[in-house]
């Protein structure tokens, strides 16, 4: 008695499944659900920067010290407070004038909207060439939204002529971020599109066919952003410039590559059947299990960051989650309604007609394949070998965190100002350690912080609070550099064994190294979780054990491959290129985290476009010859797709912030190396040097193993994407 329906069976209901999708009538319906849900959503999605979240300490954890310190520094300042520097530099030396004018500016500053008490100053360096004064800005929750138009009065104000003026401090560095980001909006996407046409017309070498994968991805762009702002002001979803950033790329990218699957498909079955309706359910109940394979390792792959103990990076999980989610949906319904509307003319000049001859076994990956037959092991340890000897290059990847000068890839006034304070021996006052302590141990915690080596003067005049006293201690040089974070070591170290004292220790200094520590954390704790979750994902698709770890092992090695050149990159050309000076020497501490996440949840896209093709080639060619069959079936696929993916990261690099710019460019190089040489030649070669035993333990590996021809026949197979 048979429990299941026979194969055929399924794969009848699977293909009238997918026909239902895109029937003459149901197409209709489709594409105007889209349109229904696409203009609300859109518009939500247009106020997504309103809601969100740049600030540091909105990134950290509950249990961090510093985090907890902000609660207990809540009586002696509001956490909304953002204190600002105005810099004045003349190179001669400020005159009697300037400081006369400066001292007449300090009432029109404080009576600006949103200052908290007083705006004081000048405090001028022992060479009298700079001058500082402090403000401090309260404009509630989201305060730093209003921060650029502020900078741009207290510029107005602070003006004298013949004297540089420079906005630093929290206030600068805040409105400069914001203009940093002022990208993410418009620039970014128009950035990405115009990238992803160019490789489109490439590709199809049709004048028309890109628009219906452009506009569906950017249907899905723009109900996923609608979504994350959804969530983001009704259910504390933590978003931030840097996760729409990355919301944008990976959804264009990711939604052309799924387009660029089914369309080659749906072009190989327009041939087949005459009626564009079946082709496209044929093409759908070919193309869809790996799209959804792919779509939910990806998916899988950003929720893993939910592990973060950085609020920032466990909440660009779902952000992300959510745009790969929905974007799987649009590709798998309302681009193929799309397809069937418009019809065969869509890929004028050159339409698949019905019963059109299919390309053959004379393309490009077609002859790849075959120079690798002969000798597939060699192929694979050279390759293996070649790409170990460019893991070498993380040896001198920094992961220290970057400093306040070195976050963007230009000048920001900000950097301009925190340059001249350290230039001219002079402290940025209004970042200072700020350690809370009961107020009875107050100053055995300041002689504590005394018996610091590099720790200026701790202040014990602030009046305690309900028993618990401040002290303050002004930072020598950049707040977010090495030698302030060793210093916040030394004085945790040094107050929390005061006894009684209960001290901990807070401040922006503070505040850096406990991102720095959490990401850290986040490095060892996800990678692994992620590794195992893909592999797992991998197992249950291609029902083998040896495929997905050997398929993993690859993805590590190409992982480290372009992490290697990356950082030589950035050492390299990147200092004569993109930055003003020796290039990116250091990266931020959840650099890896970011770029293996990508990487990996992306670079299983590719394994499983190919890997699921071997399997059903399979199953009557045998494993070597349908190696090679799927090889220039998806080679091409893949290839536009990885060129895709790496055009819409590498477009990060226009915002001028590092840790953008070098997250686009190890994606970028990752995804290009991973198509090509990873999957393309490392992947096939072992799978013709191992052949059946790839599957083990699955029935397939106990078949007889079938050797490909000398010269693979010409059959009907997808025609590959051109390049």
Not at 129 to 144: E, I, P
Request: charged share 15%; aromatic share 8%; glycine share 8%.
């Amino acid at each position: 008695m048979r429990l299941s329906p026979p194969p055929e069976r399924v794969d009848t209901m699977h293909r009238q499944i997918a026909g239902k999708l895109t029937s003459p009538v149901t197409k209709w319906i489709v594409a105007a659900f889209a349109l229904f849900v696409f203009f609300p959503m859109a518009f939500l999605g247009s106020k997504l920067t309103d809601v969100q979240n740049n600030e540091a300490s909105s990134w950290l954890p509950s249990s961090a010290e510093s985090t907890k310190a902000l609660d207990r520094l809540a009586p002696f300042q509001d956490q909304n407070d953002i204190p600002t520097i105005v810099v004045y530099h003349r190179d001669g030396g400020l005159t009697q004038d300037d400081l006369a004018a400066i001292q007449g500016q300090l009432p029109d500053i404080s009576a600006m909207d949103g200052v908290v008490g007083e705006a004081k100053g000048p405090l001028v360096s022992d060479d009298g060439q700079v001058a500082q004064t402090v403000v401090t800005y309260n404009f509630g929750k989201n305060g730093w939204n209003d921060l650029p138009d502020t900078a741009d009065e207290l510029r107005r104000i602070a003006a004298i002529d013949g004297v540089d003026v420079n906005i630093a401090g929290q206030g600068g560095q805040a409105a400069d971020s914001a203009e940093a980001f002022a990208g993410i909006d418009g620039t970014l996407l128009f950035a990405t599109l115009g990238v992803v046409i160019i490789i489109l017309l490439f590709t199809y070498r049709s004048p028309i066919l890109w628009i219906v994968p452009i506009l569906s991805a950017v249907c899905a762009l723009e109900i996923s952003q609608g979504l994350v702002y959804l969530l983001a002001k009704y259910a504390d979803l933590t978003v931030n410039g840097q996760s729409q950033g990355i919301l944008t790329v990976l959804v264009i990218g990711a939604g052309t590559d799924y387009a660029l699957l089914l369309v080659a498909r749906y072009r190989e079955e327009l041939r087949r059947h005459e009626d564009r309706h079946e082709a496209m359910a044929y093409a759908l109940h070919r193309a869809a299990p790996a799209i959804i394979a792919s779509a939910s390792t990806v998916a899988v792959g950003m929720l893993c960051l939910t592990l973060a103990e950085m609020n920032s990076t466990a909440g660009l999980g779902p952000v992300l989650a959510i745009g790969v989610g929905v974007t799987l949906l649009v590709m798998l319904t309302v681009l193929p309604a799309w397809l069937v509307i418009f019809g065969r003319w869509l890929f004028w000049p050159k339409r698949p007609a019905f019963g059109s001859p299919e390309p053959t076994a004379s393309g490009l990956w077609s002859k790849v394949g075959r120079s690798i037959a002969p000798r597939p092991r060699v192929v694979w340890v050279t390759t293996a070998v070649i790409l170990l000897i460019a893991c070498l290059g993380v040896f001198k990847l920094d992961t220290g965190g970057l400093s306040s000068t070195d976050q963007y890839t230009k000048t920001f006034e900000s950097v301009k100002g925190q340059r001249l304070l350290e230039q001219h021996g002079m402290v940025d006052t209004s970042s200072p350690i700020m350690i809370v302590a009961n107020a009875d141990q107050a100053q055995a915690v300041a002689d504590a912080v005394r018996s610091v080596d590099g720790a200026g003067e701790p202040n014990t005049d602030i009046p305690p609070q309900d028993g618990t006293a401040l002290v303050t201690v002004p930072v020598s040089g950049d707040v977010a550099d090495q030698a302030a974070f060793d210093v916040v070591k030394e004085i945790r170290t040094a107050v929390h064994a005061v006894p009684g004292a209960d001290a901990q220790v807070g401040g922006t200094s503070a505040l850096y190294l406990d991102i720095q520590e959490a990401s850290h954390r986040d490095n060892w704790v996800i990678i692994p979780v992620v590794l195992l979750v893909v592999m797992l994902i991998l197992m249950l698709l291609l029902r083998a054990v040896l495929s997905p770890v050997l398929l993993i092992l690859t993805v590590i090695l190409s992982f480290g491959a372009a992490l290697g050149i990356s950082t030589l990159i950035f050492r390299g050309i990147y200092s004569h290129l993109f930055t003003e000076g020796d290039g990116f020497l250091h990266t931020d501490a959840s650099f890896p985290l970011f770029v293996f996440t990508f990487l990996v949840a992306l670079g299983i896209d590719y394994n499983i476009f190919l890997m699921t093709r071997v399997r059903e080639e399979t199953q009557t060619r045998g494993t070597r010859q349908g190696s090679l069959v799927a090889l220039r079936a998806t080679g091409g696929v893949i290839t536009s797709a990885g060129l895709v993916l790496a055009a819409t990261f590498a477009v990060l690099g226009s915002l001028p912030l590092v840790f953008l710019s070098e997250l686009g460019t190890a994606v970028a190089f990752g995804v290009i190396l991973d198509t090509i040489i990873v999957r393309s030649v490392l992947v096939t070669a072992i799978n013709l040097d191992l052949g059946g035993k790839i599957w083990w333990p699955s029935a397939l590996d106990r078949k007889p193993p079938v050797e490909p021809p000398a010269e693979p026949a010409a059959e009907a197979e997808s025609e590959p994407a051109r390049v």
